[in-house]
């Protein structure tokens, strides 16, 4: 779980206009009854985290829950943003995806899982800042392996409504592969998610020794 040297990457001197979809609607089934973005980063639910570092970067925040009544929409309550409901979460990450990208009005979305707290705000900026218009923008490490935040285009967004499953937008990716720049993360982790509670074990013991 090695990250890359943190360098300093300046946030936006004004929140982008690209909005980001967090996504937050699924069923924490790998947890064994616990939810995993109620784990505690630093002492705040990692989905709170989360949507703090988008609401840095960017003035258009969707967050997609399994309902409105989910006790992870307590932990937004106080926030600037838009939540949206995917009552077909169960059917995979595409329904969320469909759900948060179906509200848009902007000329691009990033893609942002809110299990990954190894992504930072200056992190979020530094892809938000990579992103030309008509193109896909993807995260990588430093070995060239991809991971996120994504940043879609608009017009890519009837390619990513047309998704099923649970297998994201792997697929608009493959088939636009020559549309998608690869920038490579700078002080942040763009690999890591948290499904499991080895995994955020692992996570804390990593975090821990970084200090």
Wanted: charged share 20%; net charge negative; with cysteine.
């Amino acid at each position: 779980m090695q990250m890359a040297r943190a360098c300093e990457v300046n946030l936006p001197s004004e929140l982008s206009d690209i909005a980001i979809v967090l996504l937050a609607a699924g069923q924490s089934s790998r947890m064994q009854g616990k939810d995993k973005l109620a784990e505690l980063v630093d002492g705040v639910p990692c989905l709170r985290v989360m949507a703090l570092r988008a609401l840095e970067v960017s003035q258009h925040v969707v967050v997609t829950l399994p309902d409105l009544s989910h006790t992870r929409a307590g932990v937004l309550q106080d926030l600037a943003l838009n939540r949206v409901a995917v009552p077909n979460a169960c059917e995979g990450m595409s329904a969320s995806l469909k759900t948060g990208i179906s509200v848009l009005r902007q000329r691009a979305a990033m893609i942002l899982p809110a299990d990954m707290p190894g992504i930072t705000s200056a992190g979020l900026a530094q892809i938000t800042k990579a992103h030309k218009d008509g193109r896909i923008t993807r995260a990588t490490d430093t070995a060239g392996t991809p991971g996120h935040p994504v940043i879609f285009d608009c017009s890519y967004f009837p390619d990513l409504d047309a998704l099923e499953g649970d297998e994201g937008a792997r697929i608009v990716l493959k088939q636009h592969a020559d549309q998608v720049d690869m920038v490579t993360a700078q002080g942040f982790d763009p690999l890591t998610d948290l499904d499991t509670q080895n995994d955020w074990a692992a996570w804390r013991k990593h975090q821990a020794a970084q200090k």
